[in-house]
């Protein structure tokens, strides 16, 4: 079985050391990356933002694939999603990243792509929608309230929280591993992001950071700072 990797991004696209890394796992300058977004806002400004360091290192493959509802991925797009050897999940409207990408076909398709080896990386909203449970925080939906629903799928054993510092998110989260029965989750600061392999933690970026929230039995719920380097 290929090694399974996951990115996430607390809130910054351009943190270069994370950037680096996803690019050399997708293949460096022979790569075939995707970028996955909304049609939300001013969202075409935001493009450069993931793509300049791209092409900075030499990635000259690089498609650009922005909707607005599940049903208007065409055939082109899930061939060029079939075909990436990276794919990144870019920031913005969680909710609308949630009902464009967290369904099928496009659910089933990324499964396949992250259990053949395919690095797939999410920012922000991207990050939010990768695991089995997604928990929105009430900073993060229209209505202000917190919603729980099913993500992709990739990280079954972990809840993910983003802006975690600047949201003050910590209460946020531990409501939401009490309501779905969930033992720990992964926070991560704008300015931090982690690659995990096989679903576990193997490399933290970034000068801010990532967190671990643990319920350990009698002690309750812990919190710890993930620092990690790859050998």
């Not at 409501?175 to 992964?186: D, I, P, Q, T, Y």
Request: charged share 20%; hydrophobic share 35%; glycine share 8%.
């Amino acid at each position: 079985m290929e090694n399974r990797y996951v990115y996430l991004l607390g809130g910054n696209p351009t943190l270069s050391d994370a950037v680096e890394s996803f690019v050399h796992l997708s293949g460096g300058k022979e790569a075939r990356l995707v970028l996955l977004t909304v049609k939300k806002g001013a969202w075409e400004k935001h493009v450069p933002r993931y793509t300049n360091q791209w092409e900075q290192l030499g990635v000259s493959s690089i498609h650009i694939i922005a909707v607005n509802n599940r049903t208007e991925l065409s055939g082109e797009e899930l061939e060029c999603i079939k075909n990436a050897t990276g794919i990144y999940i870019g920031g913005g409207h969680t909710e609308t990243y949630h009902n464009v990408y967290a369904y099928d076909p496009v659910k089933t398709l990324l499964a396949e792509k992250y259990e053949s080896g395919t690095p797939i990386a999410g920012c922000s909203a991207g990050a939010l929608i990768l695991p089995k449970t997604v928990v929105i925080s009430p900073n993060d939906t229209d209505d202000q309230q917190m919603k729980v629903t099913e993500g992709i799928g990739f990280i079954s054993s972990s809840l993910v929280a983003v802006h975690y510092s600047q949201w003050q998110e910590h209460e946020h989260i531990i409501r939401g591993m009490s309501e779905v029965g969930c033992r720990e989750a992964l926070c991560l600061d704008e300015e931090a992001a982690l690659l995990l392999c096989n679903e576990k933690p193997y490399r933290t970026f970034g000068p801010e950071n990532v967190y671990c929230l643990e319920h350990m039995h009698q002690e309750g719920i812990v919190e710890r700072i993930l620092k990690l380097s790859s050998i």
